[in-house]
């Protein structure tokens, strides 16, 4: 059981890099497009643009997938730091996946009934829980030696990623 969770962690954490690549390539893709449609549809010019306005629409989803690819690297390079930042990630992961849900089905009940984004949302939130539990596993955090300074990291990285959220 021991080596098993240990393969597994390894996997989580080329999991996690995998995440953080399709995170952020997705929402790059979105800052295109509605940039395109800013631009076509509005007949705003260059200079009437904040980009600063577009880009921080985005920027919660890129560091969420920063941080998936930080903590992938430096969990395969076995440091503990990357295990906090990891657990962390998927916690927010978990997190924005239950507000999405929550705040979707109010507005999309009245409209229609598409039971397939709840299937993706249940599958999601199992991959979730399952890295976080392997994250969590003993094998693991005797692996990364985990300590006290290891569950302040955890900590802060999830404050920072609040207060992110709430002032910007």
Not at 12 to 37: A, C, E, M, R
Not at 74 to 96: E, R
Not at 116 to 124: A, E, R
Request: with cysteine; charged share 10%; aromatic share 18%.
């Amino acid at each position: 059981m021991y080596k098993f969770l240990l393969i597994f962690g390894k996997i989580t954490s080329l999991i996690q890099i995998v995440f953080g690549i399709l995170i952020i390539y997705i929402n790059l893709k979105f800052f295109k497009y509605s940039l395109n449609i800013v631009m076509e549809y509005s007949g705003l010019t260059w200079n009437k643009i904040s980009m600063f306005k577009l880009l921080a629409d985005y920027q919660f989803m890129i560091l969420v997938g920063l941080a998936f690819i930080v903590s992938g690297i430096l969990m395969l390079l076995s440091k503990g730091l990357g295990w906090a930042i990891g657990i962390a990630a998927w916690i927010i992961l978990v997190v924005l996946g239950l507000t999405l849900i929550i705040f979707n089905d109010v507005t999309t009940t009245i409209m229609y009934t598409d039971n397939f984004q709840y299937w993706i949302f249940g599958l999601m939130m199992m991959v979730c829980f399952v890295c976080i539990s392997i994250l969590i596993s003993k094998p693991l955090r005797e692996k990364f030696q985990i300590g006290r300074k290891h569950w302040f990291y955890l900590g802060m990285t999830l404050l920072f990623f609040f207060f992110n959220n709430i002032l910007i």
